[in-house]
């Protein structure tokens, strides 16, 4: 079936909410397509200090929650479902899901990002031992896990992980590449060991285990873990855009036809506040733009 709407939102984190919760206020109801679960990165987070309103911090899942409560009391319409193709065919957006095929005017693109992987060192069979994303290991406990990278990613999902179980973070350089406050918070616990110019080169199964090897200052030490998780940065997810659109993507922008909003476009500026920020932009300029106006009459 043929699902037509005005406006499509692809990405359900902070800034496809934001620009849903704005247009609302204009009496422009989008459709949020969301792959997985609303809020986007934030449902990793241990901590978020620097979200307004918040002066002790906020746990991502408990930010999660309360924008999920938003769009639900917005009556906001959110379809769960995944985005396999993104195209532009006369003068209209047509997009290929899972599930469904959808035809909008107006796209916003809030699709965040994806990790970045590394292949080549580990086996097919091991799949179900890796992450990239912490949320599927926080209910885990008396294991030991590893996490490779030292990032603000790397040493946030340590200290999720580190309440009920061992992590052992390791930086393939010398100097880590977090917030210092995140610094200061890992090296306070026990149960996280922090180890430098450990660059990884093999990953096997031993048993019901890891067998991880690294390369120490040309000198080979074995790991066992129970979990690895990889923290080694993440890209733009935009996989879904197909051929024939790209040639033409800033040209649509121009004339606010599509939106690239939050993570996807922000770069190493990956602060919820900022999506926000890029959310309610897209929503004030999807209603103010002449060609749009028409938008508010249904």
Same mark, same amino acid.
């Given at each position: 079936m043929l699902i037509n709407k005005k406006v499509i939102i692809i990405g359900g984190g902070p800034a496809g909410i934001a620009t849903a919760i704005q247009l609302k206020?204009?009496? *422009?109801?989008?459709?949020?397509?969301?792959?997985?679960?609303?809020?986007g990165l934030l449902k990793n987070a241990y901590k978020v200090e620097n979200y307004l309103g918040f002066p002790n911090g906020v746990s991502g899942s408990e930010l999660t929650d309360i924008f999920s409560n938003h769009i639900i009391k917005k009556n906001i319409e959110v379809l769960y479902d995944k985005v396999i193709?993104?195209?532009?065919?006369?003068?209209?957006?047509?997009?290929?899901?899972?599930?469904?095929?959808?035809?909008?005017?107006?796209?916003?693109?809030?699709?965040?990002?994806?990790?970045?992987?590394?292949?080549?060192?580990?086996?097919?069979?091991?799949?179900?031992?890796?992450?990239?994303?912490?949320?599927?290991?926080?209910?885990i406990k008396n294991k030991t896990i590893g996490i490779i990278g030292a990032g603000?990613?790397?040493?946030?999902?340590?200290?999720?992980?580190?309440?009920?179980?061992?992590?052992?973070?390791? /930086?393939?350089?010398?100097?880590?590449?977090?917030?210092?406050?995140?610094?200061?918070?890992?090296?306070?616990q026990?149960?996280?060991?922090?180890?430098?110019?450990?660059?990884? *080169?093999?990953?096997?199964?031993?048993?019901?285990?890891?067998?991880?090897?690294?390369?120490?200052?040309?000198?080979?030490?074995?790991?066992?873990f129970d979990y690895i998780l990889f923290a080694i940065g993440r890209e733009p997810q935009l996989d879904f855009l197909s051929d024939g659109i790209k040639p033409h993507i800033d040209s649509l922008i121009k004339n606010h036809k599509l939106f690239l909003i939050g993570d996807v476009k922000n770069g190493i500026f990956r602060q919820a506040s900022i999506a926000?920020? /890029?959310?309610?932009?897209?929503?004030?300029?999807?209603?103010?733009?002449p060609q749009n106006l028409k938008l508010k009459c249904f």
């Amino acid at each position: 079936m043929l699902i037509n709407k005005k406006v499509i939102i692809i990405g359900g984190g902070p800034a496809g909410i934001a620009t849903a919760i704005q247009l609302k206020r204009y009496n *422009i109801n989008a459709l949020i397509i969301e792959q997985n679960q609303l809020g986007g990165l934030l449902k990793n987070a241990y901590k978020v200090e620097n979200y307004l309103g918040f002066p002790n911090g906020v746990s991502g899942s408990e930010l999660t929650d309360i924008f999920s409560n938003h769009i639900i009391k917005k009556n906001i319409e959110v379809l769960y479902d995944k985005v396999i193709q993104l195209l532009f065919e006369k003068d209209k957006f047509c997009i290929q899901t899972c599930k469904n095929k959808l035809e909008s005017e107006i796209v916003v693109i809030a699709s965040g990002t994806k990790p970045k992987s590394i292949n080549n060192i580990y086996d097919n069979n091991i799949f179900d031992r890796i992450f990239y994303e912490v949320y599927p290991l926080r209910k885990i406990k008396n294991k030991t896990i590893g996490i490779i990278g030292a990032g603000d990613a790397a040493f946030d999902y340590a200290m999720t992980l580190s309440e009920k179980n061992k992590v052992i973070i390791f /930086n393939r350089g010398e100097n880590e590449k977090c917030l210092p406050v995140l610094f200061k918070l890992a090296e306070k616990q026990d149960n996280i060991l922090y180890l430098k110019n450990y660059k990884l *080169i093999e990953l096997k199964k031993n048993k019901e285990k890891l067998l991880s090897v690294f390369n120490q200052n040309n000198t080979i030490q074995k790991f066992t873990f129970d979990y690895i998780l990889f923290a080694i940065g993440r890209e733009p997810q935009l996989d879904f855009l197909s051929d024939g659109i790209k040639p033409h993507i800033d040209s649509l922008i121009k004339n606010h036809k599509l939106f690239l909003i939050g993570d996807v476009k922000n770069g190493i500026f990956r602060q919820a506040s900022i999506a926000t920020a /890029n959310g309610i932009e897209a929503g004030m300029l999807i209603s103010v733009h002449p060609q749009n106006l028409k938008l508010k009459c249904f």
